[in-house]
């Protein structure tokens, strides 16, 4: 089969279609027929030979797909031949076929193309992890929301507008509107204000129950000042590095406050079917009805897939990228 090939780890250069064992299901596994394929920052740093696959996965990048069923593997006897299927996998997106358990697999929403199935995995399993089985959110609490205009962020604004709950995003001022348009009450610029110093006066000093955040250490002392009582710090990524310096813990202990990290991918499979079936418990429906959907930036071709590297990594997107895979 036709995959894209990482030569050697490096820039969005070293990407370039080539060819690939096609893959054999497993017990209980379904083999996909690939239509498309969508961007996460996992693939940029695996791409730089920073994030290597979990044990046994496939190295082909890619965490998530959609595409129809090519073949059963032994024991399966929940999809049939044909049916349109996505789900988040632990890597091997970017190729015409791959495998998933039959019970990561989800069905294609109806009225949602190919693209947006693709677009759908991996942001709505993280936000709702983050949102629903960590945070614990609650109707009628605070939520801010690092990088609101990102994947994760436009399906954690959405999911947290179906709790009830109060949007506080930062985002780049041209990505406020998108931010507002699905559910948030205020957009912050954090490249010309301190986020800290906006969410206080917004919140006339009582801070967020919630943080969702990317950024991690130049983030935290703020995050931390953010936090009402019983606040929770949900941290999901490390995009601004790990280290800090003078932390003042005083709001951790003052404020009874949780703070917790989280990653989907190395999870076990057990954990990945529980949190897909309640996910899609959760909000399934609303997919169906068309009031929650994964926003699209862009559709790239897969031969154009460096393109679509380094326009991630230029930070130009305004939701999900996503890769057509043709044959």
């Not at 979990?54 to 999809?79: D, F, K, N, Y």
């Not at 912050?188 to 991690?216: C, H, L, M, N, R």
């Amino acid at each position: 089969m036709k995959a894209i090939i990482v030569r050697q780890p490096g820039g969005p250069d070293q990407l370039s279609l080539g060819e690939w064992e096609k893959p054999v299901p497993g017990q209980k596994e379904i083999l996909v027929k690939v239509a498309a394929t969508a961007l996460n920052r996992a693939d940029t740093l695996q791409r730089r030979g920073m994030y290597p696959p979990p044990p046994g996965a496939s190295p082909i990048l890619g965490l998530e797909m959609a595409g129809t069923v090519a073949a059963l593997g032994p024991g399966c006897t929940r999809w049939k031949v044909g049916d349109a299927v996505c789900g988040l996998l632990a890597g091997g997106g970017y190729a015409e076929y791959t495998t998933i358990h039959e019970e990561l697999a989800m069905p294609v929403p109806n009225g949602f193309s190919m693209e947006e199935a693709a677009a759908m995995p991996e942001v709505f399993l993280t936000a709702f992890q983050a949102l629903y089985w960590l945070a614990k959110l609650k109707k009628g609490e605070r939520i801010l929301i690092h990088a609101g205009a990102s994947g994760v962020g436009t399906a954690a604004i959405q999911l947290a507008r179906k709790i009830g709950a109060e949007i506080l995003v930062t985002a780049s001022a041209p990505k406020h509107a998108v931010c507002r348009k699905l559910g948030a009450t205020l957009a912050i610029d954090y490249k010309s204000q301190p986020f800290e110093e906006a969410v206080i006066s917004f919140t006339s000093g009582e801070g967020v129950d919630v943080i969702i955040d990317f950024i991690a250490a130049p983030y935290l002392q703020p995050n931390l000042n953010c936090l009402r009582t019983d606040g929770r710090l949900v941290i999901l990524a490390l995009m601004g590095g790990i280290k800090v310096e003078n932390l003042n813990m005083l709001p951790i202990l003052r404020n009874r406050l949780h703070i917790m990290g989280s990653t989907l991918r190395a999870r076990s499979l057990e954990y990945k079917i529980r949190l897909t079936r309640d996910m899609m418990d959760f909000v399934f429906e609303d997919f169906e009805k068309g009031s929650i959907k994964p926003v699209i930036d862009r559709v790239f071709d897969w031969k154009e897939v460096a393109e679509a590297h380094a326009y991630m990594e230029a930070n130009k997107n305004t939701g999900k990228i996503v890769l057509r895979i043709a044959a």
